[in-house]
């Protein structure tokens, strides 16, 4: 099985090394840093350490920087793609865990969830967690207990649906729809660190933004998906 | 509607009308993008030249006031519009993401060399 794991970056450059790094060391699967034209050294310092790197000329966001690692995961007949965030909230030993049970279930998605075995903490971030699970829960009759989680393997099936749709994200909107896709979804516990330095794709005020777009994604858009189409 | 704004509107989208067209010879305008103001156009001055037509169907249809019927087409006329720039603002931007995606693949595959 060949593996990627697509790390997208995007003002970095205090977290991108540590993560590659511990990518390298103990991972045995590839890498591609998907840098989404970073106003900070993060493409230099990738440069210096010679990691394997897609350099986008204009911002375009998250969703198209993990579409792209998908077109380069498809290009180089990669099985399994893996997102696995950048900024150092994400550990690589728990990456084997996620193949592992890729290849054990034959699921299509696996993802690496903070609550399958430990409970969700109390708090605002995690109300909206829940209010997600629930949302999945009605439309798809699949409960998801960690949606938002950013690690996720996907087989060479979701791949392809990811280059050829580019109106896929990496949200739990995506979930919805692959779900619908009688697609099969697992969730294997992982933990995840706070992040150290550097800002995060969702900034506090954008999260209200974010949680209408996913509600208003996953009930019109999503939920009406059929099989096969 | 009155004679006044009957005047206005039709010397209003016949200056539009002409600065469309004179766009379009000095090849600033596609003659696709035009069109649809040419329509536009047209449906002002259709509608303020027969104007007892424009009466009649607002007074079968209730409007109060025969000019609001002709506001609405307007509306109308430009939500359509808008609907269509959307689009293709939106197609645009799928294309700059795909050449943003190549170069960054090219680069990729040059540096690998």
Redesign the interface.
Known sequence: MKVLLIIPAYNEEQNIEKTVNDVIQNTDYDY?V?NDCSKDKTKEVCEKNNF???????N?GLT?GI??GM??AY?NNYDIAIQFDGDGQHQAKYVKNLVEEMEKTKSDIVIGSRFVTKKKPHSLRMLGSKLLTMAIFLTTGKKIKDPTSGMRAYNRKAIELFVRN?SLTPEPDTLVYMLKKKMAIKEVQVEMKDREFGESYLKPLKSIEYMINMFFSIIFIRAITRKNI | MTITLRVILIIGSLIAFFLCVKRIKQAKLKVSNSVMWMVGCLILILMSIFSNVVEWISVKLGFIAPVNFVFLTMIGFLLIQMFIYNIRISELNEKIKDLNHYIALKENEERNK
């Open positions: 591609v998907v394997n790197m897609l350099s986008l000329p204009i375009f198209s579409q792209l077109k380069y290009k580019a």
